[in-house]
């Protein structure tokens, strides 16, 4: 018998949704406003998990769910989640047998969707009416707007559905300040009455998205929904929030590199002593973004270690300084804790937003929930 060397142990790179992150952060929301909270779990819950961000939201006391498909939404129902759920966007159809079967709440934006909603003969259907109120996507435009209650209200009285919620959605909330919402919110106290007067009663109506939730309850109404707040992002900027996620990864290989080395593909970058060089197995098909700032760095045993030459498909290299790592010592790429570097670091690193360093983390990452 041949004696094989066992592997390393080394933890494979790991994203880690934090449900304590998640629980603080809607309580900041629950302190914020009077308004119910709708946790919104599109694009898998921010890149965390859409069961286990709602899981964690619900426990915490959000009270509804928003998706944008019927997928996600029948996903959340199979997790055994029992609150109410708004879906709008569509993007797998409207499925008015699923959505009536599964007391999911459709949002509508035109008299085209509502038409195909009703095309399904379910009944028990609950809708809410979607305005644009200033973003010109997919709410329903102002000419429309007539048309789409009366056709709601013909459909509510033949009981083939009933008018659950009226929705607008903020172009400007991450401005922070309550005069750009003033129009918008204008417009839905307008529409509540139209609903009013048509015979749809008074549904729950909501307009704020996280900005808006966290820095103007001018616009709260009856819920507000709150989606990258939950994972630590507050557009408005007004908010310190919690960090909800980690993503880590192992070092794979470590060597000492002599100054004036070129690293990577190209030799963009030439160290400038001798020093370690590790390897950290997630490149931008993980979601490492490929166009980086030089401040761009990783934590390890308590140390940032800045990213040197290019990102590759797979793998970044790290400049570890006087040491060599030890396989499968872990890298700390983001995380709620310092001197790790947060998902607000990458972004600017990454000159982009947190919603697409988190929503960019790809499929071979693995997920866990701590
Ligand atoms: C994404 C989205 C939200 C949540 O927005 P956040 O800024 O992430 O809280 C709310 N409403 C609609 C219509 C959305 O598309």
Same mark, same amino acid.
């Given at each position: 018998?041949?004696?094989?060397?066992?592997?390393?142990?080394?933890?494979?790179?790991?994203?880690? @949704?934090? #449900? $304590?992150?998640?629980?603080?952060?809607?309580?900041?929301?629950?302190?914020?406003?009077?308004?119910?909270?709708?946790? *919104?779990? !599109?694009?898998?819950?921010?890149?965390?998990? &859409?069961?286990?961000?709602?899981? &964690?939201?619900? %426990?915490?006391?959000?009270?509804?769910?928003?998706? +944008?498909?019927? +997928? =996600?939404?029948?996903?959340?129902?199979?997790?055994?989640?029992?609150?109410?759920?708004?879906?709008?966007?569509? &993007?797998?159809?409207?499925?008015?047998?699923?959505?009536?079967?599964?007391?999911?709440?459709?949002?509508?934006? $035109?008299?085209?969707?509502?038409?195909?909603?009703?095309?399904?003969?379910?009944?028990?259907?609950?809708?809410?009416?979607?305005?644009?109120?200033?973003?010109?996507? /997919?709410?329903? %435009?102002?000419?429309?707007?007539?048309?789409?209650?009366?056709?709601?209200?013909?459909?509510?009285?033949?009981?083939?559905?009933? *008018? +659950?919620?009226?929705?607008?959605?903020?172009? !400007?909330?991450?401005?922070?300040?309550?005069?750009?919402?003033?129009?918008?919110?204008?417009?839905?106290?307008?529409?509540?009455?139209?609903?009013?007067?048509?015979?749809?009663? =008074?549904?729950? @109506?909501?307009?704020?998205?996280? &900005?808006?939730?966290? $820095?103007?309850?001018? +616009?709260?109404?009856?819920?507000?929904?709150?989606?990258?707040?939950? *994972?630590?992002?507050?557009?408005?900027?007004?908010?310190?929030?919690?960090?909800?996620?980690?993503?880590?990864?192992?070092?794979?290989?470590?060597?000492?590199? #002599?100054?004036?080395?070129?690293?990577?593909?190209?030799?963009?970058?030439?160290?400038?002593?001798?020093?370690?060089?590790?390897?950290?197995?997630?490149?931008?098909?993980?979601?490492?973004?490929?166009?980086?700032?030089?401040?761009?760095?990783? /934590?390890?045993?308590?140390?940032?270690?800045?990213? *040197?030459?290019?990102?590759?498909?797979?793998?970044?290299?790290?400049?570890?300084?006087?040491?060599?790592?030890?396989?499968?010592?872990?890298?700390?790429?983001?995380?709620?804790?310092?001197?790790?570097?947060?998902?607000? /670091?990458?972004? =600017?690193?990454?000159?982009?937003?947190?919603?697409?360093?988190?929503?960019?983390?790809?499929?071979?990452?693995?997920?866990?929930?701590?």
């Amino acid at each position: 018998m041949s004696a094989v060397a066992a592997p390393a142990r080394v933890q494979p790179p790991t994203l880690e @949704t934090i #449900a $304590s992150g998640i629980a603080a952060n809607v309580g900041v929301a629950r302190a914020r406003t009077r308004a119910r909270i709708m946790a *919104v779990v !599109k694009a898998d819950g921010y890149g965390h998990g &859409a069961v286990a961000v709602a899981h &964690a939201a619900v %426990a915490a006391g959000a009270a509804w769910l928003g998706t +944008t498909s019927m +997928t =996600d939404a029948l996903q959340l129902r199979r997790a055994g989640i029992t609150v109410p759920i708004l879906t709008w966007l569509h &993007a797998d159809g409207m499925d008015g047998s699923a959505a009536a079967a599964e007391r999911i709440d459709v949002a509508v934006g $035109s008299v085209e969707a509502l038409e195909a909603l009703l095309a399904h003969r379910a009944r028990g259907l609950r809708v809410h009416l979607h305005l644009d109120t200033g973003m010109a996507r /997919e709410g329903c %435009a102002e000419p429309a707007w007539a048309e789409l209650l009366l056709r709601a209200q013909r459909a509510q009285a033949g009981g083939r559905l009933r *008018v +659950t919620g009226l929705m607008g959605h903020l172009a !400007k909330a991450d401005r922070a300040e309550p005069a750009a919402n003033a129009a918008a919110v204008q417009r839905m106290r307008r529409a509540r009455l139209e609903l009013l007067e048509a015979g749809l009663g =008074d549904p729950i @109506t909501h307009l704020a998205a996280t &900005a808006a939730a966290l $820095s103007d309850p001018a +616009t709260h109404f009856d819920m507000v929904r709150f989606g990258a707040g939950l *994972v630590g992002i507050d557009p408005s900027g007004t908010t310190a929030l919690h960090g909800a996620s980690r993503l880590t990864a192992p070092i794979v290989h470590s060597a000492l590199v #002599a100054a004036d080395t070129p690293v990577g593909y190209g030799g963009s970058t030439v160290t400038r002593t001798a020093t370690h060089l590790s390897v950290v197995p997630l490149g931008y098909a993980d979601g490492i973004p490929r166009t980086l700032h030089a401040a761009a760095s990783v /934590e390890v045993r308590g140390l940032r270690c800045p990213i *040197v030459g290019r990102v590759s498909m797979d793998q970044i290299v790290i400049d570890t300084g006087g040491e060599r790592m030890p396989l499968g010592t872990l890298a700390t790429v983001f995380g709620p804790d310092d001197p790790a570097p947060s998902i607000h /670091e990458w972004a =600017d690193w990454a000159g982009t937003i947190p919603h697409t360093v988190v929503t960019g983390i790809g499929p071979r990452v693995r997920r866990t929930t701590a």
